[in-house]
C-alpha cells in the first residue's frame, strides 16, 4: 500500500473514531459549555499533542518488528485485525443513550497552559490507546514500509483530531446542538463499527492470502 491510500484509509476510519462519544469528547464538551470556545479549542490542541505519545511508541516499536521479524509482524497484524473486528462488533450494537438534562456548571477557568495539559493528560493517559493506535498502523504495514510512513501516518492522525475537535467547539459553543450530538451518538458509534469490522477483515483476509 502507497502513502496516499495509506492516508486515505487511515484518514476514513480515525475521523469516524473521533466522532464516536468517548473520554475526549466529553471533556471538550465540557471545556466548551463551561469555559468557552477558547478553553474548547485549546483542550482540543491538547488532546491532539497528546496523541504524539501513542503515534511515537506505536511507530518506533512496530518499525522494528517490521525490520526484524516478519513473523512477528504477521503476529502483530493478526492481533490488530482481531481487536478491530471487536471494535467494530461493539460498536454494531451500540444502543440510543437517553438524553442528558443536567445543568453544565461553570467551573474554575485554568491558564491556557493548564487546559492544554487537561486534554494532553486525557488523551495520553487513555488505556485504551495503545491498542487502538496498534491495531489501524496494522492496515497499511507491510515488510516493506518506510518507518517514515508510520510517523507521517501520524502526524496526519494528529492534525485530524485537532481539526474534528475544533469543529466540536465551534458548534458546542450553541449549547441546543449539545442534543443533537446526543442523539446521533448511537448512530456514529455503529457507522464506525462497521468501518472498523471491515477494516479487521481486511487485515485478517490479507494474513489468509
Same mark, same amino acid.
Given at each position: 500500500m502507497d502513502l496516499y491510500q495509506g492516508l486515505l484509509l487511515i484518514t476514513? %476510519?480515525?475521523l469516524l473514531a473521533a466522532a464516536a462519544p468517548g473520554p475526549d469528547f466529553v471533556l471538550v464538551s465540557q471545556q466548551t459549555l463551561s469555559n468557552g470556545k477558547r478553553?474548547?479549542?485549546l483542550c482540543s490542541l491538547g488532546i491532539a499533542l497528546g496523541l504524539s505519545v501513542h503515534i511515537l511508541y506505536s511507530s518506533l516499536g512496530l518499525a522494528a518488528i517490521i525490520a526484524n521479524s516478519s513473523s512477528a509482524l504477521w503476529g502483530i497484524k493478526l492481533l490488530g485485525g482481531g481487536y478491530l473486528i471487536y471494535l467494530g462488533v461493539s460498536g454494531l450494537s451500540a444502543r440510543a443513550r437517553p438524553l442528558e438534562t443536567q445543568v453544565v456548571k461553570p467551573v474554575v477557568a485554568r491558564s491556557p497552559i493548564? +487546559? %492544554?495539559g487537561l486534554?494532553?493528560?486525557c488523551n495520553a493517559l487513555n488505556p485504551k490507546a495503545p491498542i487502538y493506535f496498534v491495531s489501524l498502523f496494522t492496515i497499511v504495514l507491510s515488510q516493506d514500509t518506510p518507518a517514515q510512513?508510520?510517523?507521517i501516518y501520524g502526524l496526519w492522525m494528529m492534525v485530524l483530531q485537532l481539526a474534528w475537535f475544533s469543529l466540536l467547539t465551534a458548534l458546542l459553543s450553541r449549547p441546543a446542538v449539545t442534543r443533537k450530538f446526543q442523539r446521533m451518538g448511537h448512530w %456514529?458509534? !455503529?457507522i464506525a463499527g462497521g468501518a472498523m469490522l471491515l477494516l479487521g477483515i481486511k487485515v485478517l483476509a +490479507? !494474513?489468509?492470502s
Open positions: 476514513s %476510519i480515525h478553553a474548547g479549542l493548564k +487546559t %492544554i486534554g494532553f493528560l510512513h508510520l510517523l %456514529i458509534d !455503529r +490479507t !494474513r489468509a
